[in-house]
């Protein structure tokens, strides 16, 4: 699985093209997310992708042959922060509250709304945490789940530190 | 100045002085400014897909930009095939489509159709203009992305409103595209690495594609096969970027192609592929393709190189500076009096005079290779003969029994294989070079798919003739269910006699004949030839002939099956 981010301009049919040249060439977007950057013109997508080495690279050529794609680049894990931000609606009794306000503690989520018979929780973190928070939840009786999909950037300590520095995330 | 007059002031602006198209309610605005005036000529063509075809004919004929008009819905969607048509084979192409007015974009109006979204896997790029002070810069980076790095199609879609809107009309001296950057040079030390290459080889061969008639490097290729003495294949779209009648010409590998040219593309220790794409045609079954070739791959397409082949020294760059500067480094690194792979070549020599092109010529029936073979022989003394073909049996037969001496002479659909394209494709030569006898070799299924042309042909003064290879079934479907499907013929019977060829071509204002022997084969087509108007010889051929070599779908290049390999298999 392999994480790219885009930069692309901020046109119709930006994400439209993009995500036509996966689908065309036969590979299925895990993830994806889109949203604006610090250029009101550009933005980004962060979209995750099951394929080869091999296939990465001709995807990579392909997408940069996009007019509307200004910038491709992969993220490698180590090498970039990424996060995902999911909202989470588990059933929650009365009986069973502080079990899952514990758990939801331990992973750093806020609860974001609480009903009678539900809680929903707010989590941001690495999507493999999230991942593993949703399993923990699971159990209990999981209503409804959405997750924003990753995004991420390359470090900022990038570079000469980048593979031995382990910054937390 | 109003929109409409803007299209066609932009298009002045790119030199264009040839648009086919069609018009219709929401590119009306834009047809009435044609009726003002413009330097622009437009040919009213029958069909979209007849206009689109005939920008293409012109862009291959001519080396520029092809323009297509059409109006929106069902316009635009008669459209699709020629965009996908030059998509696959890069023909560079601007299409203008009308669009509904912006009010109504989205409400499932009259001719509303998603225009940009329709054509979204098939375009470099595409616009829907709905604001009027953009128009002058989407027509300038249209056709800067048409033409520039991999050529290929483009779609502008104007709203009609915006074609009806007032405004300051100023043409842009520059493109403002940030996200498009072809490559513009080429890497030295990768010359260097393929010199050293080519001259370590034993066994070279130039793998030549259409990229490098698109590149206008076809000089400079054969500047580089005579320095290195390198034997040249050339792909279906490539007929013509070297002579065919140059010693070191091995013709067309792939399906179709000599069992000479397969045999030595395959068996060759380096292969220089220039503007190819390893396509499946070409290549076979891709996991036995020539095992023990080194590959140099050029491309101005970074996304080509290593897509299915790995290449061991990728160039990337403009194929006319990549090719002119390889041949330089070669003639540094050879000594005077250098021959190259001398053996190699008496090798393929041995080859080609093995297992020539054949056919059985007696019989009943007349053979369609005698037909392509005699117009060949007539044209051959003509000093400008532009070949255009349709697609299948005859196709292949044209590839291999024409002689291309120089590029942009054989306009073909080879990517897409697009049944239909021969005539109107023809038009559009015409249209690029007046003085240029343009030839259609067509199939009587591929002719009926696109004939409505003849009647722009001949009406807009753009004369072609086309000899209809007429063996009364979709050919090569018909050998395909013959060889695979077990002679189950389903639905290949198309009759030599429904329609009546000539006759449909003389209710078009075109001039008709019909034979159906060898006797008659000359004396009709040298008159078709010469009438002076569109011309259509209705060649009436054996209907059971089958096109060889072949190399069976999926099956490595290696294993041709031969005229003759079926001579013996009926013998024995």
């Known amino acids: 699985m392999h994480t790219v981010s885009l930069l692309v301009e901020n046109k119709p049919g930006a994400l439209a093209r993009v995500s036509n040249m996966f689908a065309r060439r036969g590979y299925n977007i895990e993830s994806l997310a889109v949203g604006p950057t610090e250029r009101p013109d550009v933005s980004r997508i962060t979209l995750r992708v099951d394929c080869s080495r091999e296939s990465l690279e001709q995807l990579e050529k392909q997408m940069h042959k996009l007019v509307n794609v200004l910038r491709v680049s992969t993220l490698e894990a180590g090498e970039a922060v990424e996060r995902e931000l999911a909202l989470v609606k588990v059933n929650a009794p009365p009986a069973r509250r502080g079990e899952l306000m514990a758990l939801g503690e331990v992973f750093r989520a806020r609860v974001a709304d609480l009903g009678p018979d539900s809680i929903v929780f707010e989590i941001v973190g690495h999507p493999e945490e999230i991942s593993s928070f949703e399993e923990l939840l699971r159990p209990h009786g999981l209503k409804e789940l959405a997750r924003t999909g990753r995004i991420g950037l390359g470090r900022a300590s990038a570079g000469r530190a980048s593979r031995t520095q382990r910054v937390l995330h | 100045m109003l929109g409409s007059d803007a299209i066609l002031r932009s298009l002045e602006e790119e030199g264009v002085d040839v648009a086919f198209g ?46 297509a008009i059409a109006t929106s819905g069902p316009g635009v969607t008669n459209l699709v095939t020629p965009i996908a048509d030059a998509w696959m084979d890069s023909t560079p192409l601007v299409c203008v489509t009308g669009q509904v007015r912006s009010s109504l974009i989205g409400t499932d109006a009259f001719q509303e159709t998603d225009a940009t979204g329709i054509t979204l896997p098939i375009v470099k790029h595409s616009w829907l203009v709905q604001d009027v002070e953009e128009l002058p810069h989407v027509i300038k980076a249209a056709f800067h992305v048409a033409r520039s790095g991999r050529p290929g199609p483009v779609l502008v879609d104007v709203a009609k409103d915006v074609q009806e809107t007032e405004f300051d009309f100023r043409y842009p001296d520059s493109v403002d595209l940030p996200g498009w950057r072809p490559p513009q040079s080429v890497h030295p ?38 320095t290195g003495g390198i034997p040249v294949v050339t792909t279906l779209m490539a007929k013509g970027a070297f002579p065919d009648s140059h010693p070191l010409a091995l013709g067309a590998p792939g399906m179709h192609g000599s069992k000479w040219a397969n045999w030595a593309l395959n068996k060759a220790d380096l292969i220089i592929a220039v503007g190819s794409r390893f396509d499946d045609r070409v290549t076979g079954k891709l996991t036995a393709f020539a095992p023990g070739a080194k590959v140099i791959h050029f491309d101005i397409d970074p996304a080509e190189i290593g897509k299915l082949r790995r290449a061991d020294i990728p160039v990337v760059g403009p194929l006319a500076e990549a090719i ?10 050879i000594e005077p009096g250098y021959v190259g792979p001398l053996a190699w070549r008496r090798q393929v020599e041995e080859w080609r005079a093995a297992f020539p092109y054949r056919y059985d010529r007696d019989g009943e029936f007349l053979k369609p290779q005698a037909v392509i ?31 291309c001496d120089r590029p942009r002479t054989f306009i073909t659909s080879g990517g897409l294989g697009t049944m239909g394209y021969g005539v109107p494709a023809a038009i559009g030569a015409k249209a690029a070079r007046p003085d240029a006898s343009v030839v259609c070799i067509d199939g009587d299924g591929c002719f009926q798919m696109t004939a409505q042309e003849l009647a722009t042909s001949a009406l807009e003064g753009l004369p072609i003739t086309v000899v209809i290879v007429n ?67 209705d060649a009436r051929c054996d209907p059971e002939e089958k096109c060889f070599p072949m190399i069976p779908a999926g099956a490595a290049a290696t294993d041709v099956i031969e005229f003759t390999d079926l001579e013996e298999s009926v013998e024995a």
């Not at chain 2, 063509?45 to 206009?51: D, K, L, M, V, W």
């Not at chain 2, 002119?324 to 690194?333: D, T, Y």
């Not at chain 2, 009546?500 to 204002?509: I, N, P, S, V």
Request: proline share 2%.
């Open chain 2, 189 to 226: 030390l990768q010359i260097v690495e393929a010199a050293k290459a080519i001259k370590q080889a034993q066994r070279p061969i130039l793998y030549v594609g259409g990229g490098t008639i698109n590149a206008n490097a076809c000089d400079e290729l054969l500047e580089l096969a005579e």
């Open chain 2, 373 to 403: 073979e005699t117009l060949r022989d007539l044209t051959a003394e003509r000093d400008d003969v532009v070949w255009t073909t349709g697609v299948g049996q005859h196709q292949m037969w044209a590839m291999q029994y024409l002689v």
């Open chain 2, 22 to 67: 069609i018009p219709g309610g929401a590119i009306l605005p834009t047809y009435d400014a044609f009726a003002r005036g413009s330097a622009v000529r437009h040919v009213l063509c029958r069909h979209e897909q007849g206009a689109g075809h005939m920008a293409e004919g012109y862009a291959r004929a001519s080396g520029r930009v092809g323009v």
């Open chain 2, 471 to 537: 063996n009364g079934w979709l050919g090569m479907v018909r050998q395909w269910q013959e060889m695979f499907y077990d002679s189950r013929f389903s639905e290949t019977h198309l009759t030599h006699q429904v329609p009546d060829y000539a006759q449909l071509a003389e209710a078009y204002g075109c001039a008709g004949f019909t034979l159906s022997t060898e006797d008659e084969l000359e004396s009709v087509l040298d008159e078709a030839l010469n009438c002076g108007r569109t011309a259509v010889v």
């Open chain 2, 324 to 333: 002119g500067q390889l041949a330089r480094e070669l003639l540094e690194l």
